[in-house]
């Protein structure tokens, strides 16, 4: 028996196309984002706030990812920017393949600001790079507030942390300083951001990060 | 539940070696970091379960789980994270970087002498 050292990574075609998905949007200038949360944490609404606040003309266009219907698709159609539907058909995440798939017929210069909103899922989105710029996780104030502890491996690639539905903060017993403490814990650099779609709070500083390096 | 589809990318590599090498692979040794989020019962379940009943069996799966660690940034120290206690315990300092435990990668195949 022979033993031969074999040292690359086991997602190592996922990471190839990645690497290529990255290069292309530094190339024309896209700036993009991967939205993870738990299933009914906001990330749609949030989009839909976005997308809302945006001008007509702007170089914005989104993928969403759902294991089925095209709902959040119709939802996200409506502001008038390009939308595309990733339906997994099972699969608990979305993949590089898949994000290269999905903008094959968009002229990859035409974008300067692509949002992805990943499947519902605070486990498996965390080991698939999609190629993006900056990673977002999102956190409802619905959940517990140890969600990071119990979810590390997710929090810790996030570079902001999107603490949700915060005008709910008074009748659910989540307590944001420890929140905050568990993000920090296990994810230092990441920057945090309390926002409600519904008051509209935080909203522009949420805008403002998107904006940046875009 | 994302356990099958990296064994599904295991396997797809295993075949790959194995036709390079125009013999049998009898074992893959993989490394699993903490912060990897891949659940090493979950993945030789779906490893077993793809194998069995192939041209690929017997095929045995290594494990090697590796541990958070950090480095500071002030004093340089290396320390393995338990607790989620990422500040550095030598100087206190919150500024601290990951040096291991995102791996899932493979380490080595063990490959059948032709």
Redesign the interface.
């Given at each position: 028996?022979?033993?031969?050292?074999?040292?690359?990574?086991?997602?190592?075609?996922?990471d190839r196309l990645a690497a290529d998905l990255r290069q292309g949007f530094l190339q024309h200038g896209t700036r993009c984002v991967n939205l993870i949360s738990s299933p009914g944490s906001g990330k749609t609404m949030l989009l839909e706030r976005t997308l809302a606040s945006f001008e007509r003309g702007r170089r914005v266009a989104v993928l969403t990812g759902d294991i089925q219907t095209d709902n959040d698709a119709q939802r996200l159609a409506r502001y008038g920017f390009p939308v595309r539907q990733i339906t997994t058909g099972g699969?608990?995440?979305l993949?590089a393949r898949m994000v290269v798939n999905a903008l094959a017929e968009w002229q990859p210069d035409a974008i300067d600001l692509l949002l992805i909103e990943n499947v519902g899922n605070l486990?498996?989105p965390?080991?698939?790079d999609l190629g993006e710029e900056a990673r977002v996780v999102v956190l409802s104030v619905t959940e517990g507030e140890d969600k990071p502890?119990k979810y590390?491996?997710?929090f810790?690639?996030a570079d902001l942390v999107v603490l949700s539905k915060v005008d709910l903060l008074p009748y659910v017993p989540f307590r944001m300083d420890l929140a905050r403490e568990?993000i920090?814990?296990?994810q230092?650099d990441a920057e945090i951001l309390e926002v409600s779609c519904t008051t509209g709070d935080g909203l522009d500083a949420w805008r403002k990060w998107v904006d940046t390096s875009c | 539940?994302?356990e099958m589809?990296?064994a599904a990318?295991?396997l797809?590599?295993v075949r790959a070696?194995s036709a390079r090498?125009n013999a049998h692979v009898?074992a893959v040794g993989?490394k699993i970091g903490?912060?990897?989020?891949?659940d090493s019962e979950s993945l030789r379940f779906c490893f077993d379960v793809l194998v069995q009943d192939t041209d690929l069996a017997p095929l045995s799966l290594e494990i090697e789980r590796l541990a958070?660690r950090n480095r500071c940034r002030q004093c340089a120290q290396d320390f393995t994270v338990q607790e989620?206690?990422?500040e550095c315990p030598q100087c206190g300092s919150?500024?601290?970087e990951?040096t291991s435990g995102?791996e899932?990668?493979?380490?080595?195949?063990?490959?059948?002498?032709t």
């Amino acid at each position: 028996m022979t033993r031969v050292p074999l040292e690359r990574k086991v997602l190592n075609e996922n990471d190839r196309l990645a690497a290529d998905l990255r290069q292309g949007f530094l190339q024309h200038g896209t700036r993009c984002v991967n939205l993870i949360s738990s299933p009914g944490s906001g990330k749609t609404m949030l989009l839909e706030r976005t997308l809302a606040s945006f001008e007509r003309g702007r170089r914005v266009a989104v993928l969403t990812g759902d294991i089925q219907t095209d709902n959040d698709a119709q939802r996200l159609a409506r502001y008038g920017f390009p939308v595309r539907q990733i339906t997994t058909g099972g699969a608990c995440h979305l993949d590089a393949r898949m994000v290269v798939n999905a903008l094959a017929e968009w002229q990859p210069d035409a974008i300067d600001l692509l949002l992805i909103e990943n499947v519902g899922n605070l486990v498996c989105p965390s080991s698939y790079d999609l190629g993006e710029e900056a990673r977002v996780v999102v956190l409802s104030v619905t959940e517990g507030e140890d969600k990071p502890l119990k979810y590390p491996a997710t929090f810790h690639r996030a570079d902001l942390v999107v603490l949700s539905k915060v005008d709910l903060l008074p009748y659910v017993p989540f307590r944001m300083d420890l929140a905050r403490e568990y993000i920090r814990r296990v994810q230092p650099d990441a920057e945090i951001l309390e926002v409600s779609c519904t008051t509209g709070d935080g909203l522009d500083a949420w805008r403002k990060w998107v904006d940046t390096s875009c | 539940m994302h356990e099958m589809s990296i064994a599904a990318s295991m396997l797809e590599a295993v075949r790959a070696e194995s036709a390079r090498h125009n013999a049998h692979v009898l074992a893959v040794g993989v490394k699993i970091g903490e912060l990897s989020g891949v659940d090493s019962e979950s993945l030789r379940f779906c490893f077993d379960v793809l194998v069995q009943d192939t041209d690929l069996a017997p095929l045995s799966l290594e494990i090697e789980r590796l541990a958070w660690r950090n480095r500071c940034r002030q004093c340089a120290q290396d320390f393995t994270v338990q607790e989620y206690r990422t500040e550095c315990p030598q100087c206190g300092s919150a500024e601290t970087e990951t040096t291991s435990g995102r791996e899932l990668e493979f380490a080595y195949m063990e490959i059948a002498e032709t």
